[in-house]
């Protein structure tokens, strides 16, 4: 018995230099004593002990472990685990978080056989040492990671000694790799220059053959302390763009280090976007040429900038920069722009309508005049937002007075040319014109609900044998104008001397019968007052009948003269 109590206390004292507290364990009946070690001797001091050593750890687990823990170390730290491992020859260790205080603290267990009946199992506070390895750990990782990320960029890296000039290559590219270049060599630049001739674009090589010497390298890193070179190099029969970055190490300046990485992708969309550049620079001159003012506008804030090309535009006063473009468009509006205009363009630029207008159709496009140069010129403006989203709208305007003015020329020219001289209604060129239309729609299944009415003047070839063409004309102007009222809102033709024609739509068309009667009934009235009279014959489009507007006019024309033989007060014949 003394023998085994000495083996104990040597083996105790041994453990103790470790450990700062150990559980001595009877394996027959798992009772337990535990110890605490005290002062520098390490005086090994018993502070607790129980009769089921197991059974008291997984009590206590829930109390002293920290909660995260809990879980695996009740798994894991089993009576059947700790035996099988003893019975293996093993020891059985286990690292887990204490609560101290509040924290999470790290320990260490370890079991080890003692006597043929006895456990021993030292617990040994390890949090400082363990943090440390934690944050090793870390470390690693982020080297690790900022080695990956490095290594994926660069095509290969060159580890050059600049005092023997041996190096070693790595590379990540298999690409790169198929080149068939030196993995390892004895003179990085000799090598070099041989790879230059082999690889690098005919254009290049002076260039690089430069740069790339050791007496060249040695100097710019004590200017620069890094160099960088940009080339083409032919790769698989391509022609691609590399960059080259050479560095020396922090306090290695017998260390050269060169990566090269392919930049082939970003040089050409940096050349893609210089031509885009110059084509949309070519692009806003020609519209700058086009557009006297160019207003950029944030819809959030109102504020604005003004780019104007026009020393016209600029005598209006308008600013470079603004903070709210639409109060001061409607400030500068009462001032310049012609008064006819003026309640158009100050609904209209309000910035609810011009939102509203852009959010609808996508732009807004608005024709005035100001008062420039002392006179009214015509004016076009164009507003867009170059996104849904956007906070932002651009708005230009273009002086067309020339245009404008050619083109109303032109329309009232073609006015002109389609105007009966003497009543002032279409003529019968305009009939033909409106005729061709309407059999365009009616070919292509296009049809609107329309009639057609021929109007005749009667007794005035009488009127011209006994009173003269003058007073022949004088009735066909009265007879136009009966006519004319009596269809406000459709329009007249005079397709011959005496003979009138009308295009009903719309709501004249929805009361041609009555419009009808109504002038029969003024034409009879007119007849004491040896006014003209008319002979009237209307006939509607019939989508089953009609193939053309002739078809409809010939039945018209055909009442007309059959109302004119009759003469009756009503007219009632409306096919």
């Not at 059974?55 to 894991?76: A, G, I, M, S």
Request: charged share 25%.
């Amino acid at each position: 018995m003394k023998k085994k109590n000495l083996t104990f206390v040597n083996l105790a004292l041994a453990l103790a230099n470790d450990y700062t507290s150990l559980f001595v364990i009877d394996s027959q009946n798992d009772s337990y004593v535990e110890y605490a070690v005290n002062g520098i001797d390490k005086e090994l001091l018993p502070v607790s002990k129980g009769e089921n050593f197991y059974q008291d750890v997984h009590k206590n687990c829930r109390e002293q472990v920290w909660p995260e823990d809990q879980e695996y170390f009740l798994n894991t730290f089993r009576k059947e685990n700790v035996q099988q491992a003893l019975k293996d020859g093993k020891s059985f260790s286990l690292t887990y978080r204490l609560t101290i205080d509040g924290k999470p603290r790290y320990f260490y267990l370890k079991t080890i056989q003692g006597t043929d009946s006895t456990i021993v199992i030292g617990v040994q506070d390890i949090d400082t040492q363990k943090r440390k390895e934690i944050e090793t750990e870390k470390e690693k990782r982020t080297y690790s990671e900022i080695a990956e990320a490095l290594a994926s960029r660069y095509e290969v890296i060159y580890y050059i000694n600049a005092d023997t000039n041996e190096y070693t290559q790595y590379s990540a590219s298999k690409q790169y790799a198929n080149l068939g270049t030196n993995k390892k060599g004895t003179d990085f630049f000799s090598d070099a220059v041989k790879d230059i001739q082999k690889y690098i674009h005919p254009e290049d090589r002076a260039y690089v053959l430069e740069k790339i010497q050791k007496s060249v390298l040695m100097q710019n890193f004590r200017q620069t302390g890094a160099i960088t070179l940009r080339y083409r190099q032919l790769l698989e029969g391509r022609q691609q763009y590399m960059s080259m970055l050479i560095v020396q190490p922090k306090n290695q300046d017998n260390r050269i280090i060169i990566g090269v990485f392919n930049t082939d992708a970003q040089v050409r969309h940096e050349q893609m976007m210089q031509v885009q550049n110059r084509t949309f620079s070519d692009i806003s001159n020609a519209l700058a040429q086009r557009y006297e003012v160019i207003y950029h506008v944030n819809i959030s804030t109102n504020e604005y900038f003004e780019y104007s090309t026009s020393s016209k535009y600029k005598k209006l006063e308008t600013g470079l920069k603004g903070k709210d473009f639409f109060l001061q468009a409607q400030i500068n509006m009462q001032r310049d722009i012609y008064p006819d205009d003026l309640p158009m363009m100050a609904l209209a630029m309000q910035k609810e309508n011009l939102m509203k207008t852009l959010s609808v159709s996508g732009k807004a496009v608005l024709n005035y005049r100001l008062v420039l140069d002392g006179r009214p010129q015509y004016v076009s403006l164009y507003a867009v937002r170059p996104k849904e989203d956007s906070e932002h709208i651009i708005i230009a305007v273009a002086n067309v007075d020339e245009a404008r003015r050619m083109e109303l020329a032109y329309l009232n020219a073609m006015d002109m040319a389609n105007k009966d001289a003497l009543t002032g209604v279409k003529n019968k060129r305009a009939y033909v014109q409106m005729e061709s239309d309407l059999d365009a729609q009616i070919k292509n299944k296009e049809i609107p609900a329309f009639a057609i009415a021929v109007c005749d003047v009667n007794g005035l070839k009488q009127v011209n044998d006994t009173l003269g063409h003058k007073a022949g004309d004088e009735i066909i102007k009265k007879a136009c104008s009966f006519i004319c009222n009596a269809f406000k809102h459709s329009p007249v033709f005079r397709i011959g001397g005496d003979e009138f024609a009308v295009l009903l739509k719309g709501q004249d068309y929805l009361n041609r019968t009555a419009l009808i009667q109504q002038l029969c009934q003024f034409l009879e009235e007119q007849k004491q007052n040896h006014m003209p009279l008319l002979a009237v014959g209307i006939s509607d489009f019939q989508l089953k009948k009609d193939i053309r507007v002739q078809d409809v006019f010939e039945r018209a024309d055909a009442l007309m003269y059959l109302h004119k033989k009759q003469c009756k007060k009503n007219f009632s014949n409306i096919s």
